[in-house]
């Protein structure tokens, strides 16, 4: 059984940090890309960043560019969002995803369609 559990959310005071983490079981994602999505309420969910399997290329939305950072450690199967100078718009449940098949090349995947297997998101909330 394929598993993405996130961990590290919480309550920072605007200004903080917070760093997230989504480990993988039940299969390898060494050849697959990952990446980071967010909803508010009463938002759509969207992409926060990804990462190509190799980890040579990312994507980040362009209201977390220069804040955020994402990483990934295959031989953890684990993929990592560090979030530097948070904002109150910056609160929402965050999850992983990470896409089903497998690469010879280095693809950065930004939609949501695009990946098949979802972590149960955790929250982060910057108070002001």
């Known amino acids: 059984q394929v598993q993405l559990v996130e961990s590290g959310g919480g309550l920072v005071q605007a200004g903080g940090s917070l760093r997230l983490s989504c480990a993988a079981s039940?299969?390898?994602?060494?050849?697959?890309?990952m990446a980071w999505f967010r909803q508010a309420p009463g938002k759509e969910r969207e992409i926060v960043a990804a990462?190509?399997?190799?980890?040579?290329?990312?994507y980040y939305v362009d209201s977390v560019k220069g804040r955020f950072t994402i990483s990934r450690d295959n031989a953890k199967n684990t993929v990592y969002l560090q979030m530097n100078s948070l904002k109150p718009e910056d609160t929402a449940v965050y999850y992983c995803?990470?896409?089903?098949?497998?690469?010879?090349?280095?693809?950065?995947?930004?939609?949501?369609?695009?990946?098949?297997?979802w972590g149960q998101g955790t929250q982060v909330t910057v108070s002001s």
């Open positions: 995803a990470a896409a089903g098949s497998s690469y010879f090349y280095d693809p950065i995947l930004t939609g949501g369609d695009e990946y098949d297997y």
């Open positions: 039940g299969r390898t994602f060494s050849t697959s890309p």
């Open positions: 990462i190509s399997w190799s980890g040579s290329s990312t």
